[in-house]
């Protein structure tokens, strides 16, 4: 809407209209026009609009087409304009307007307001503070069947003006009389309302006028009440006093005066007496209080004085010992109360958001208050206490204390503050908005039901506390707590609050060690939503009824939106209701047998394919190929130093393996890699001994290649050859002997002369000669690896 402005009621600008009783406990969205200089009723109101806020503009009529696109009005606000005409069908459209407010306009004739006949479901309609010049009602007022609060002013006030009401009941009837110049007596009698509120003219009609009301209203409060409060101090002089409720507002007198009027009162009839906006000065002369009967109640709000140095004590005494059964003194900066000089009827005493220390009530150091016996609920809310172990002193003697509200102080308790003295029967404690820590468990009543720890610094509840069995419901929200606390020391809890505290992951055994435990809210919490967490939500889920008819079990509040995991990021804001982690996640062993089970089957399965396949042979011998590669090219000398090499490789076997060194390994070696051997059959040199010529062919090759078996340990010759290749091995500083095992061969078949061979096995890598032709390619790869060489091109053998 154009240039709306939209606002939430809160009675901002229409306290001083609406009482509270009044205000019809408005929520809603008011379309806020008040005070935008407007001289009309803007146009194009939304069809949704039900509470509208015109106050405070230069409005002067109202039309018909004005409210024709709101049918859902509810609440119309049309206060301090300057409204003089209203047309008859002005509210046509308007058939839910249960709320208006024309009040502080220039409206002249209450005879003549036909548009009030469009408006039969008013409840609440103010006429005050207009132009009229008399009271007398039209005829429309008879059809506000729905009237329930009703406000009027005019200069002349006569018997007849209120004839076409006398059909209604009104709940309150409010008349501002200020400007009132004539007033008929009796003229209220007639009018049937359960309250007046009269603001007084302070003249000398508001006598007559309270004369009216007192004997035709059970409920009354005057506001605007002049100094002298003339009204109250003839009223044992007056004939029927119909009153038994009466406030009055909005007075500065003397203390003299006042102690005077409420003297007054209480000799009258009167059962509930208020006051609230008061200041007093002239503090001094007060009179003595006299009491005839007991009140039903009796408060006084907003107190002040003008006078600092006073007896303050006579002025404590005065009210402290008023007779009633219910006393309230609040919102006054006082910073003591006395105690009643004997027994007090006192059963409810409320003496909140003062300026009170723990010494209330002290007579003296070693003298504690003994007259409020029949005290039953005491509030202390909103003052300056901060001591909880002195304070329970002041009450101890209270005996029939059951109800203690001492909230929103800064109250804390430590040992050092001496031993709490509660009275025996106190069942329900307010300590809520303070500054505890669990040093307060400690301070506790024995008989205690219900107790209320909101808003403090509680980190853990102790487990060495003193058991309390009668503790049924117990509230800890807005706390620190790091953990749900056990019920070893309330056995019998029943409600348990600790709603925005800092849960992380409450273990379940605080749950199951609550058996009677019925309500339980943990709402508002920062949930660390891991496998620590996973038990407990399994058991809140399982015993929690959730609200949706299912056997009462567990109540749990703010379920399940009130309940989010904080942490970690992939669960961040997720309800606790759809955290799952399945068990593999969270149990070391079903995942450790998860994981390994299928990782040894496959090792298992890998390990029989391998031996089916001889992977490990072929893997030794890439590995022996390789490094023989590897050792080939590390070790390679420069072409000086293969001088007077003549063979590749001297072959030395035994004579029964011949045919596999000539059909096998001379045709391999020779023939396809172009490898020269020294072979003794071919190239051994007739006329010299064999030891020699073992030894030339030794010098004369770079690698001496011997090919073990059964028969190689056998044979003396074999022996020499190993042992000269040996030496040489060691002269040269080379690695120069190749062992090839033809078969297998155990160490412990070789004799013991064959240390040497023995030692060699055992600490070197030998090619074994497999019996697959699939295999014997890798094989020859291997020996060819190893015997590669550059030697020099020799043309005839060395003499």
């Given at each position: 809407?154009?240039?709306?402005?939209?606002?939430?009621?809160?009675?901002?600008?229409?306290c001083h209209v609406f009482p509270p009783s009044l205000i019809l406990a408005i929520k809603r969205i008011v379309?806020?026009?008040?005070?935008?200089?407007?001289?009309?009723?803007?146009?194009?109101?939304?069809?949704?609009?039900?509470?509208?806020?015109?106050?405070?503009?230069?409005?002067?009529?109202?039309?018909?087409?004005?409210?024709?696109?709101?049918?859902?009005?509810?609440?119309?606000?049309?206060?301090?304009?300057?409204?003089?005409?209203?047309?008859?069908?002005?509210?046509?459209?308007?058939?839910?307007?249960?709320?208006?407010?024309?009040?502080?306009?220039?409206?002249?004739?209450?005879?003549?307001?036909?548009?009030?006949?469009?408006?039969?479901?008013?409840?609440?309609?103010?006429?005050?503070?207009?132009?009229?010049?008399?009271?007398?009602?039209?005829?429309?007022?008879?059809?506000?069947?729905?009237?329930?609060?009703?406000?009027?002013?005019?200069?002349?006030?006569?018997?007849?003006?209120?004839?076409?009401?006398?059909?209604?009941?009104?709940?309150?009837?409010?008349?501002?009389?200020?400007?009132?110049?004539?007033?008929?007596?009796?003229?209220?009698?007639?009018?049937?309302?359960?309250?007046?509120?009269?603001?007084?003219?302070?003249?000398?009609?508001?006598?007559?006028?309270?004369?009216?009301?007192?004997?035709?209203?059970?409920?009354?409060?005057?506001?605007?009440?002049?100094?002298?409060?003339?009204?109250?101090?003839?009223?044992?002089?007056?004939?029927?006093?119909?009153?038994?409720?009466?406030?009055?507002?909005?007075?500065?007198?003397?203390?003299?005066?006042?102690?005077?009027?409420?003297?007054?009162?209480?000799?009258?009839?009167?059962?509930?007496?208020?006051?609230?906006?008061?200041?007093?000065?002239?503090?001094?002369?007060?009179?003595?209080?006299?009491?005839?009967?007991?009140?039903?109640?009796?408060?006084?709000?907003?107190?002040?004085?003008?006078?600092?140095?006073?007896?303050?004590?006579?002025?404590?005494?005065?009210?402290?010992?008023?007779?009633?059964?219910?006393?309230?003194?609040?919102?006054?900066?006082?910073?003591?109360?006395?105690?009643?000089?004997?027994?007090?009827?006192?059963?409810?005493?409320?003496?909140?958001?003062?300026?009170?220390?723990?010494?209330?009530?002290?007579?003296?150091?070693?003298?504690?208050?003994?007259?409020?016996?029949?005290?039953?609920k005491l509030v202390l809310r909103g003052n300056n206490l901060k001591h909880l172990g002195p304070l329970t002193?002041?009450?101890?003697?209270?005996?029939?204390?059951?109800?203690?509200?001492?909230?929103?102080?800064?109250?804390?308790?430590?040992?050092?503050?001496?031993?709490?003295?509660?009275?025996?029967?106190?069942?329900?404690?307010?300590?809520?908005?303070?500054?505890?820590?669990?040093?307060?468990?400690?301070?506790?009543?024995?008989?205690?039901?219900?107790?209320?720890?909101?808003?403090?610094?509680?980190?853990?509840?102790?487990?060495?506390?003193?058991?309390?069995?009668?503790?049924?419901?117990?509230?800890?929200?807005?706390?620190?707590?790091?953990?749900?606390?056990?019920?070893?020391?309330?056995?019998?809890?029943?409600?348990?609050?600790?709603?925005?505290?800092?849960?992380?992951?409450?273990?379940?055994?605080?749950?199951?060690?609550?058996?009677?435990?019925?309500?339980?809210?943990?709402?508002?919490?920062?949930?660390?939503?891991?496998?620590?967490?996973?038990?407990?939500?399994?058991?809140?889920?399982?015993?929690?009824?959730?609200?949706?008819?299912?056997?009462?079990?567990?109540?749990?509040?703010?379920?399940?939106?009130?309940?989010?995991?904080?942490?970690?990021?992939?669960?961040?804001?997720?309800?606790?209701?759809?955290?799952?982690?399945?068990?593999?996640?969270?149990?070391?062993?079903?995942?450790?047998?998860?994981?390994?089970?299928?990782?040894?089957?496959?090792?298992?399965?890998?390990?029989?394919?391998?031996?089916?396949?001889?992977?490990?042979?072929?893997?030794?011998?890439?590995?022996?190929?390789?490094?023989?590669?590897?050792?080939?090219?590390?070790?390679?000398?420069?072409?000086?130093?293969?001088?007077?090499?003549?063979?590749?490789?001297?072959?030395?076997?035994?004579?029964?393996?011949?045919?596999?060194?000539?059909?096998?390994?001379?045709?391999?070696?020779?023939?396809?890699?172009?490898?020269?051997?020294?072979?003794?059959?071919?190239?051994?040199?007739?006329?010299?001994?064999?030891?020699?010529?073992?030894?030339?062919?030794?010098?004369?090759?770079?690698?001496?290649?011997?090919?073990?078996?059964?028969?190689?340990?056998?044979?003396?010759?074999?022996?020499?050859?190993?042992?000269?290749?040996?030496?040489?091995?060691?002269?040269?500083?080379?690695?120069?002997?190749?062992?090839?095992?033809l078969e297998p061969l155990p160490l412990y078949l070789i004799p013991s002369k064959y240390y040497q061979l023995?030692?060699?096995?055992?600490?070197?890598?030998?090619?074994?000669?497999?019996?697959?032709?699939?295999?014997?390619?890798?094989?020859?790869?291997?020996?060819?690896?190893?015997?590669?060489?550059?030697?020099?091109?020799?043309?005839?053998?060395?003499?």
């Amino acid at each position: 809407m154009k240039d709306e402005a939209v606002g939430l009621v809160a009675g901002v600008s229409l306290c001083h209209v609406f009482p509270p009783s009044l205000i019809l406990a408005i929520k809603r969205i008011v379309v806020n026009y008040s005070s935008q200089n407007l001289s009309s009723v803007p146009p194009g109101l939304s069809l949704s609009t039900e509470d509208l806020d015109l106050s405070l503009n230069h409005i002067q009529a109202l039309s018909t087409k004005d409210f024709l696109t709101t049918p859902r009005l509810h609440f119309l606000n049309l206060s301090w304009n300057i409204l003089e005409k209203i047309d008859r069908d002005t509210f046509n459209c308007t058939p839910a307007l249960e709320i208006l407010d024309l009040s502080h306009n220039r409206l002249q004739n209450l005879l003549d307001q036909p548009f009030l006949l469009k408006t039969g479901r008013l409840q609440f309609l103010d006429l005050s503070s207009n132009l009229f010049s008399v009271m007398a009602l039209g005829r429309e007022f008879s059809t506000l069947k729905h009237l329930q609060w009703l406000g009027l002013s005019a200069k002349s006030i006569s018997n007849q003006d209120f004839t076409y009401i006398a059909n209604l009941t009104l709940k309150s009837l409010f008349i501002n009389a200020h400007g009132l110049q004539t007033y008929e007596e009796n003229s209220l009698i007639g009018v049937h309302a359960e309250k007046a509120i009269i603001a007084l003219s302070k003249s000398d009609l508001d006598i007559a006028i309270a004369a009216d009301v007192f004997a035709a209203f059970k409920e009354v409060e005057f506001t605007m009440v002049d100094s002298g409060m003339k009204v109250f101090q003839q009223m044992r002089r007056r004939g029927i006093l119909h009153t038994v409720s009466l406030e009055i507002s909005k007075v500065e007198t003397t203390w003299h005066i006042l102690s005077s009027c409420v003297n007054t009162i209480l000799q009258s009839s009167i059962q509930q007496l208020s006051f609230s906006d008061v200041t007093m000065t002239k503090m001094k002369d007060g009179m003595p209080l006299l009491t005839r009967h007991v009140l039903d109640s009796y408060s006084t709000t907003r107190a002040s004085v003008t006078e600092f140095i006073f007896n303050q004590t006579e002025l404590y005494d005065f009210f402290i010992n008023i007779p009633a059964r219910n006393f309230s003194f609040t919102q006054t900066p006082i910073i003591f109360m006395t105690c009643p000089r004997t027994v007090s009827k006192i059963e409810v005493l409320d003496l909140s958001d003062c300026a009170l220390t723990e010494k209330v009530f002290s007579i003296d150091p070693d003298t504690e208050c003994n007259t409020l016996t029949n005290l039953f609920k005491l509030v202390l809310r909103g003052n300056n206490l901060k001591h909880l172990g002195p304070l329970t002193s002041r009450i101890r003697l209270m005996d029939s204390l059951q109800y203690v509200d001492l909230s929103q102080n800064t109250l804390t308790y430590s040992e050092e503050q001496g031993k709490c003295m509660w009275p025996p029967k106190v069942v329900q404690l307010d300590l809520s908005l303070n500054g505890f820590d669990q040093s307060v468990f400690k301070c506790l009543p024995d008989s205690v039901q219900i107790l209320n720890l909101r808003n403090n610094r509680v980190t853990t509840v102790p487990q060495d506390v003193r058991v309390l069995v009668d503790l049924s419901v117990l509230d800890l929200m807005n706390n620190r707590l790091l953990d749900l606390p056990t019920c070893q020391a309330f056995p019998n809890l029943q409600k348990l609050s600790v709603r925005s505290n800092s849960l992380h992951s409450p273990l379940s055994g605080a749950l199951e060690s609550c058996p009677h435990l019925k309500d339980l809210d943990l709402s508002r919490n920062p949930f660390i939503c891991t496998c620590a967490l996973r038990e407990f939500t399994a058991l809140i889920k399982d015993k929690a009824t959730h609200m949706r008819g299912e056997t009462p079990g567990l109540t749990l509040g703010h379920w399940p939106a009130g309940y989010r995991c904080s942490y970690p990021e992939s669960w961040s804001n997720t309800l606790l209701e759809d955290f799952y982690l399945p068990e593999i996640s969270c149990n070391p062993l079903i995942l450790a047998f998860t994981i390994l089970l299928p990782t040894i089957t496959l090792v298992v399965a890998i390990s029989l394919i391998c031996h089916r396949l001889d992977v490990p042979w072929y893997v030794k011998m890439m590995w022996k190929w390789t490094r023989a590669k590897h050792h080939a090219i590390t070790s390679q000398r420069r072409a000086e130093d293969l001088e007077g090499l003549s063979f590749h490789a001297f072959v030395s076997y035994s004579q029964n393996n011949a045919d596999w060194v000539k059909s096998q390994f001379l045709p391999k070696v020779e023939g396809d890699y172009s490898l020269r051997v020294c072979h003794h059959e071919r190239d051994f040199i007739p006329g010299k001994t064999i030891v020699q010529n073992i030894l030339r062919c030794i010098e004369q090759s770079r690698r001496c290649v011997f090919v073990l078996s059964s028969h190689f340990v056998q044979s003396e010759w074999c022996h020499y050859e190993l042992y000269f290749a040996n030496h040489q091995r060691v002269t040269r500083g080379m690695d120069s002997i190749i062992l090839i095992l033809l078969e297998p061969l155990p160490l412990y078949l070789i004799p013991s002369k064959y240390y040497q061979l023995k030692s060699m096995m055992s600490r070197r890598t030998y090619l074994e000669w497999p019996s697959e032709g699939s295999k014997q390619k890798l094989f020859w790869a291997n020996l060819r690896a190893a015997l590669q060489a550059d030697l020099p091109i020799t043309s005839e053998r060395e003499e």
